[in-house]
Structures are given as structure tokens and as C-alpha cells.
């Protein structure tokens, strides 16, 4: 089956938002035997959606859309369709009910604009929604279909989740493609591509080396009939890499480093505190960001000026030395968090987050260190001056790296 996708809105078009829904459908069209050849974004305006709905349908055998299914005079997915299928759109009176009824249980009248909102048409049926006032539509016709969902992800995504992806998952007869990710770290690209040459041509598997903020991916694929099958494809493949890359494996599929971490912090009884200055609380946020996180992570402090670091517990002496902004003070700031908390790791963050440099620093200069339980401790510097916000992402990452490193007895 051919599929392609089209995101409608103007705003997705211009930048003004970042289209998440294409992606989350496209990651999983593969699983369903689905091959996806086209994605397209188009704005707000009936002549170019209903065109853009001619093009798929004269070259795709399922058009998925998200987005335009409002009740706003800009939100035309439902005008788009019908004028390309030359039917007429009515109001579905049970539709209608559940419209009324959904605004009614909260307390004010309906605005007639909405009534759209139940529309149909004679090829189509609506998909539930109970996450908001849109349904989706199904449509069928000459042995073709449109699925039109929401454009608000989380609506979009209950609805993909529950409707849409079963369905297709039933009527699929084709082969089905699964991947496995295996995702690395400490290695560079070209170094990972070169181990793993060697099973590149392995009959029946894909693979595919990718850079990425958490390190190098590499992406196993197979076809087969059945998951099953496919999946025994997979495994002494995956099997070898374990062999070629051991603990530079730091996770798998939808793994995240901050997940990873707290695993190994949890099934290990340790804990671990934080003090950060550069981050400004970020490495706590995305530390907690897992659940479980209250297993292992006793606290953090956020000392972005001076004094609060020495109020903190980092000696004087050592900033007065070497700098705030120095690998000696990071150590310092690990060591001093990790007694002020009684954790059995500290982690210190220190650097210049731009864009003017600090202590003649040049803007994007981070460091961070891990103190251990033995009271040895670890750093691990960086420069990269591509925003504030950028520089504050791979601080923390560059913290979660060395962590990993430290658990794995490993110092630098």
C-alpha cells in the first residue's frame, strides 16, 4: 500500500509551529506494510488543499491528514475533500447531539460556527475524538481512503492510536517492515559505520548508521510476512553489534539517556544530586522528566552567582585559582553537592552560555564533573556556541555522558 501524508495549516507551513504529527505517523507506517513516499504541508486555502488532495489521490492508495478539522472558517479539510470527491457535506444529526452535548457538560451553548463539525459526506464516517469537538473522517471510495485527524497532537495521537492504526493493522496483507535501533555513544560516525560494515550485506536486513545530540544510531531493518519473522531476522543481528560495540550501547528503540540512567541508579540502590550554574535547573528538569526519578535523585541546587556556589560548599580557594568557568570549579561544585545532599554521585555544571564571554571565556564553553562514591572525580569539557539554548541541551547531555562513563568505572 502507497501512503503519503499532508499537514494542513498555514502556521505549519510559516514556521510558526513544528509539525510533530507527520513524523509520529510516518515512524509507524513501516510496522503496518505500509510504504510512505510522500509528505506535504499546505496552507489554509481551499484551492491549493483541494489540489493537493487531487495529486495524492491520483498517486497514493491511503492520504493521511492532520490538522484544518476546526470550526473556523480557515479550517477546510472537510471542504477539501468533499469538492475532490464532488459530494455534498451534511450535518450527521448524531454527530450533532454529541457536539451539543460535549459543550453542554461544560457549562455554555454551543457556537454555531462548531456545527461544522458534524458534517459528513456520503463516502465518509466519523472517527471518535473524545479528546475534542473534531472527529476524524474515514473516507472510502474507489478502492481509496483518506483518513483526516486532528491537528492538536495529543488529539491526533489518541485517535491514531485507538481508530486509525488498528484498522489499517487489519486490512494489512502485505509484508510488514520492523526495526530495531541500537543507540551508541563515545564513537564517532564514521568509526561506527566502519565496525559495523561487516554485516551490511546480511541477506534480508537494512542498516543505517544516523548522528545524532545522544550519539550515533544505527537502525536495523527487515521485511518479512509476519512480525515474527521479521523479527528473527533482526536478532542475531542485533546479537553481533552487542558483540562489536559493548558498553558503547547505551540504549535501544525509544530508550532516552535520562530513562537509562535512572535505571541503572535505581537497580544499583545509589543516588545523585546536582549542582548546576550554566543549565539554570535544566539538568534537574530533565533528570526528573522520567518517572521514578524520586528513586535516585535527591535534589539539585541552581547556583548562578558566585557566592551561592561557596555558600554551597565550593572552596574559595579553587574559584579564586582557577575561575568560575573551569574544569576545577565543576569538580569542585560536584563534590561539594554531593556532601551537601549526602548522594552517593555529584554532578557540577559550570560554563558561558552566550552570547558575551565571561571571565574571557568565549561563549558556549561548559564544564561539567561527576564526583563518585569513592570520592574520585571526572570532567569532561565542551565548546560550541550555537545559543544559549543549544549550549544548555548539550551541557546537560554532556553531564549524562560522563555520568554513564563514571558508572561504568571509566575516568577522565
Known sequence: MKAEIIAIGTEILLGEIIDTNSAHIAQQLPELGIDLFYKTVVGDNLGRITETFERAWNRSDLVITTGGLGPTEDDMTREGVASLLHEEPRVDPGLERRLRAWFEGRGFPMPE???????????ARAIDNPRGTAPG????????????????????????????????????????LVTRTIKTVGIGEGTVDEMARRLYGTP???????????????????????????????????????????????????????????????????????????????MAS?????????????????????????????????????GVISPETAAEMARAVRLRLGTDYGIGITGVGGPDPMEGKAPGTVHVAVADPEGGTSTLSMSMNQGRAAVKRRAVLTAMILLRRSLLGERR
Request: hydrophobic share 40%; with cysteine.
Open 137 to 176: 473522517w474515514w473516507v472510502e471510495r474507489d478502492g481509496r481512503v483518506i483518513v483526516c485527524m486532528p491537528g492538536v497532537p495529543p488529539e491526533m495521537e489518541r485517535m491514531w492510536a485507538n481508530e486509525v492504526r488498528p484498522e489499517l493493522e487489519r486490512r494489512s496483507d502485505g509484508q510488514v
Open 204 to 282: 534480508g536486513i537494512g542498516i543505517g548508521t544516523y548522528a545524532r545530540a545522544d550519539g550515533v544510531h544505527l537502525r536495523i531493518g527487515a521485511k518479512a510476512a509476519s512480525r515474527e519473522d521479521a523479527w528473527a531476522r533482526i536478532e542475531p543481528v542485533e546479537r553481533e553489534m552487542e558483540s562489536i560495540f559493548g558498553t558503547a550501547i547505551w540504549g535501544r528503540d525509544d530508550d532516552t539517556f535520562e530513562g537509562m540512567l535512572r535505571d541503572e541508579f535505581v537497580s544499583r540502590r545509589l543516588t545523585l544530586g546536582v549542582m548546576e550554574s550554566v543549565t539554570g535547573g535544566l
Open 286 to 322: 530533565t533528570l526528573t522528566d522520567v518517572p521514578g526519578a524520586a528513586d535516585y535523585f535527591k535534589g539539585g541546587l541552581v547556583t548562578y552567582w558566585t557566592d551561592q556556589k561557596i555558600e554551597a560548599g565550593v572552596d574559595a580557594a579553587i574559584i579564586a585559582e582557577y
Open 113 to 123: 460556527t462548531n456545527l461544522k463539525q458534524a458534517w459528513l459526506i456520503p463516502s
